[in-house]
């Protein structure tokens, strides 16, 4: 597989649509080496930065949805490829990945709710905060749907955090919850977490301390940068 990557790799980037068609074509006859290929292509399709490029990453993985494994690892190799940054296609993929989060295989239906969260697709951000609040939920699956919202910073998702930054919430979800607060970052959070910082519970006041001297620290920045271009 390294060989036959070494030799596609440099051509992907900026001849990206024959290869993706000569890889589909030939993808669901070469499990499993295609399989790493798929993933290592869409991670590669990534890395160029150019939202084009992911428009022809999803058309990819449409023409090989009927073989869920191998999607599986194509839409695994995009989620790692947002960790360097979100970038998001250009056309409205919100069909195919309304489909593949409906997909029988588990893997595929995790990887699609991802990728869904991270490009904005309200639908699928939305069933994500009520699982965030669910409390029926385990805690640990409660985490794990934190770990993917904290990237995305919409206001929806930032409603959705406020009510874990409460008193009430356990100290692994109410820790988890303050650092999410810190990425997401602005003003929204400031009262929950001086709140939070006042908690006979350690480990969540010196979270919640963290995270506002994280924020003052940006609006120090903030008012030298403005202040060296006025």
């Known amino acids: 597989p390294l060989a036959i990557w070494m030799a ?21 006859t070469t499990q499993p080496l295609s399989r790493v290929l798929s993933h290592k292509a869409m991670r590669r399709l990534c890395d160029t930065r150019k939202a084009e ?37 250009v056309k409205d993929v919100s069909a195919s990945l309304t489909k593949w989060r409906s997909s029988a295989n588990a893997d595929v239906r995790k990887h699609a709710q991802t990728l869904a969260v991270l490009w904005g697709d309200e639908a699928a951000v939305q069933e994500m905060i009520r699982a965030l609040n669910d409390a029926s939920k385990p805690e640990k699956d409660r985490i794990a749907v934190l770990q993917s919202l904290r990237k995305v910073k919409t206001d929806a998702v ?4 406020k009510p874990l930054l409460a008193p009430s919430t356990s100290t692994t979800l109410g820790v988890a919850a303050i650092r999410a607060a810190a ?18 519970d350690f480990n969540v006041r010196n979270a919640a301390m963290e995270a506002l001297s994280s ?13 060296c271009i006025s």
């Open 183 to 200: 990425d997401l970052g602005g003003d929204d959070f400031v009262l929950p977490l001086i709140t939070q910082a006042a908690s006979k």
């Open 158 to 161: 930032k409603e959705g955090l």
């Open 53 to 89: 490029n992911l428009d022809l990453a999803v058309e990819f993985c449409d023409k090989i949805a009927a073989h869920d494994i191998l999607l599986a690892h194509a839409l695994d190799g995009l989620v790692k490829g947002q960790e360097g940054g979100v970038i998001k296609p």
């Open 8 to 28: 596609i790799e440099p051509v992907l980037a900026d001849m990206a649509k024959p290869w993706l068609d000569w890889l589909a074509s030939i993808a669901p």
């Open 215 to 227: 924020r003052s620290e940006e609006h120090t920045s903030e008012l030298q940068s403005r202040q």
